[in-house]
């Protein structure tokens, strides 16, 4: 027996049709018949390799990586291009918290939702070829 990933993140909020339309409009997600969004782990696996994963992680109460949310927890959204990503957000006026940074791992950004939570755009790097 073994946990294989994370199946699905469920989010309460006081408008739930508002916050697709959001994701829809300023991220260009595509819901699904449920409204909720399926993303395939070959997608990610294409274009990343084994740089493309979930991960799953557990932070100390009064780490203030999550911030300026106040919520518990931070989404982290895998995109292709950030570079792109970041200009749509520019064009639908949605502003960036903090600055773009980039490690050995991959290139981030961080936005809010309209619901308070903190979203990392995270365009991981494809591991060398070995």
């Not at 390799?49 to 927890?73: L, M």
């Amino acid at each position: 027996m073994a946990v294989l990933g994370v199946g699905g993140v469920f989010i309460k909020c006081e408008d739930a049709k508002a916050s697709v339309d959001w994701y829809k409009d300023v991220l260009g997600m595509e819901p699904n018949q449920y409204g909720g969004y399926d993303f395939l782990h070959s997608g990610s696996a294409s274009a990343f390799g084994e740089g493309g994963r979930t991960i799953f992680g557990h932070f100390e109460k009064d780490v203030e990586y999550f911030g300026p949310s106040e919520k518990s927890f931070m989404i982290n959204l895998m995109v292709d291009d950030l570079d792109a990503m970041m200009t749509r957000l520019a064009e639908k006026q949605v502003p960036l918290v903090g600055e773009p940074e980039t490690y050995d791992y991959g290139k981030f950004a961080w936005i809010m939702d309209p619901n308070g939570i903190k979203i990392e755009l995270w365009q991981p790097l494809a591991p060398p070829p070995s």
